[in-house]
């Protein structure tokens, strides 16, 4: 059922999320903020302001940070659906979303303005043997810990790049479990590649000295760190029992049952594929980003992007961005002038890019090798979904296939539950390599709604739109 619109409609409850309804808030609106999850936090302050953890202090003070933007987001009068899926965004801000709690059920939302701050998700990661029972995401693993204090009963080995697979390492050393090893699959060329960087690095030390603090925690508690690995593979036949490297030009092998992978984070674009906003190729993070201007704002006018969506830039970045989001659109919605709406920027802006700075430094770092993007090995499973091979998408390639829509006629590659989330990237980049062209040239899937599976049931369970809904009074807590 259809309502009258809300003023503004945020989609997501991390870090940008929040602080878009908060800035919203402060110049006259009245938003409207939907999460899938209990809680608000998003992955990065995910149950910080009710940890499981006897001691939440073991997952950092960039953790417990969030607290205070929780907090205030609590605090103040702002409708807050969690636990409510956004299954359908159209260009003309009407928005199909399913609820789990306050009784569940479908409705349809319109909105004068809508901020997507979905965040980011890790990029995929295939290797042989990345689909047995014991080998996982560090992202995931860290969603256990933070949202269910769960952690291994066994020591991992952590393998890939980034700055989330020392964190996270970290944070499971706090948390009083062992690592075997790090197993780094960072080239020794991002290193001088990164140096050409150093300036911008220079000018966020805080990020420098949080990374320096992390490999020291790390080296004291005596874990093994081996760099430049090459040739990963997990071996077992039912389930995870050891994962092979080559390192130094030597194959060496870790016996181990439980793996912990990652090669970095890119924005999460299903959502404004969905909708029909332009893209673009970021070739320093190697990933596709939505295309939207200094205020976040896509190519779908009153559409804005927030946070890690738009480009990886971290969870301290992604608050003045939702700020910057919610600024535009209070000023396109005639709350504020462009004079209000430009003297509140200037100190926005400069926030974000105090936080923006250390990005290529880090980008240039940790890049992902090319292998480990596009595997080598054709018995590599690329789908999970749809159990399609490495092999299997440069036979098609080699058919005729041009991009990765085709593909999906071919082999279903794509078409499972997840709607190529964790095969898209893998498959784009193997068609280029096949072509020998870029990737920009492959393109990507076209998505459609549902972006997230729905039942029949719940599409069937249409009800009338809550009356506060339009009512500014009671919005639930």
């Known amino acids: 059922m259809s309502t009258k619109p809300v003023d503004l409609l945020v989609v997501g409850a991390g870090p940008a999320g929040l602080a878009a309804a908060l800035e919203a808030t402060r110049h006259g609106l009245a938003p409207l903020v939907v999460d899938e999850n209990v809680l608000p936090g998003g992955q990065i302050y995910r149950s910080v302001s009710r940890s499981p953890l006897a001691d939440p202090g073991v997952l950092g003070p960039d953790y417990l940070r969030g607290r205070a933007l929780v907090d205030a987001f609590a605090q103040a009068d702002i409708a807050y659906w969690p636990q409510t899926l956004a299954w359908q965004i159209g ?224 969870a301290l970045a992604a608050e003045p961005s939702g700020r910057l989001a919610a600024v535009q659109a209070a000023a396109k919605l005639g709350k504020i002038d462009a004079a209000r709406r430009d003297s509140r920027a200037v100190s926005l802006r400069r926030e974000l890019a105090s936080h923006t700075a250390i990005r290529p430094f880090l980008d240039a770092l940790y890049r992902p090798a090319d292998d480990f993007r596009a595997p080598v090995d054709d018995s590599t499973i690329v789908c999970r979904c749809e159990e399609v091979t490495a092999g299997d998408v440069r036979r098609m390639a080699g058919l005729g296939c041009v991009g990765p829509n085709q593909t999906k006629t071919f082999s279903r590659c794509g078409m499972g539950p997840c709607q190529g989330r964790f095969c898209g990237m893998t498959v784009a980049e193997l068609l280029a390599q096949a072509q020998g062209c870029a990737v920009p040239e492959v393109g990507y899937y076209r998505i459609r709604p549902p972006i997230k599976p729905v039942t029949l049931g719940e599409l069937a369970s249409a009800v009338e739109a809550p009356e506060f809904l339009s009512e500014r009074a009671g919005f639930p807590k």
């Open 91 to 314: 260009m003309d801000k009407r928005v199909c979303v399913t609820r789990q709690s306050a009784g569940g059920g479908t409705l349809q939302i319109e909105a004068s303005a809508i901020v997507l701050a979905g965040g980011a998700q890790e990029r995929p990661f295939p290797i042989p043997g990345w689909t047995l029972p014991g080998v996982m995401g560090v992202g995931a693993a860290q969603t256990l810990l933070k949202a269910s204090a769960l952690v291994p009963d066994t020591p991992a080995v952590l393998a890939g790049c980034g700055p989330l697979l020392y964190l996270f390492a970290w944070q499971l050393i706090n948390a009083g479990v062992p690592v075997r090893a790090i197993l780094d699959t960072a080239e020794a060329s991002g290193r001088r590649e990164a140096l050409r960087h150093a300036g911008g690095a220079l000018r966020a030390p805080s990020y420098l000295l949080k990374g320096f603090k992390l490999l020291r925690a790390i080296r004291a508690a005596g874990v093994r760190h081996v760099k430049h690995v090459s040739s990963l593979r997990v071996l077992g036949k039912t389930q995870a029992e050891a994962i092979e490297y080559v390192a130094d030009g030597k194959t060496q092998r870790i016996d181990t049952a439980l793996v912990l992978l990652h090669q970095g984070v890119i924005p999460n674009t299903q959502v404004t594929r969905s909708i029909g906003c332009d893209h673009e190729w970021d070739d320093a993070q190697l990933c596709w980003r939505p295309k939207t201007d200094l205020w976040g704002e896509t190519s779908v006018p009153g559409i804005f992007v927030a946070g890690d969506g738009a480009g990886i830039g971290g």
